[in-house]
């Protein structure tokens, strides 16, 4: 029969401190030396050395204190109270930053995720509730211009119900567009099939 020491092992033996490499506790480990391999190679992230991928980090916060954009010269049409009050309902009246509400924060504002004068536009999914302290702190810097946020719009159990102010809209059940929206009629998070109904 055979015993466990007969049995060839792949790994290294250890000395009594536990050590692999042939030194003694006591033996100062000296980078000038058969230095380990994880040692001068950085990890990677993706094909990015780790010193490169925290300079990118580091840019980045930098951009995020940057303000984006000039004014634009055209002028902005007043966002549909419709679609402002959906946006409260999608945000639960709460600020996006803060998450205080109405009865802490006092009036929430609608905030441009990417601004204005940077270009951003005034549809459902570039915009959110924001307090006023908030706002006025975030102003147009690039500061979390990344979020993304479901649009409103009206679902398709919504439009094809018919209510004493609008008629029952047409539902193409062969429609290849389908987005996952905010209704802003019954709440919920639904597919919508018709971009026109998305705000």
Known sequence: ??????????????????????RTNEEPWSPSRDTPSSVTHAPTYGDLTFTQALEEAIDALGAAGTRLGMPRPEQRNEIHAWTRRAIYWRDRNQCAWCQRGFDQAGMLVLDHITPWAAGGSDRSDNLRTLCVPCNDERSNYATDAYTRVLPVGLCDRCAARPTPTRRAHYIDAE?????????GNCGTVRDCTDRRRVL
Do not use: E, Q, V
Request: net charge negative.
């Open 175 to 183: 429609s290849t567009f389908r987005l996952p929206i905010f209704c």
């Open 1 to 22: 029969m055979t015993s466990h020491n007969d049995i060839p092992c792949a790994t290294p033996t250890c000395d009594s401190y536990g050590r692999t490499d042939g």
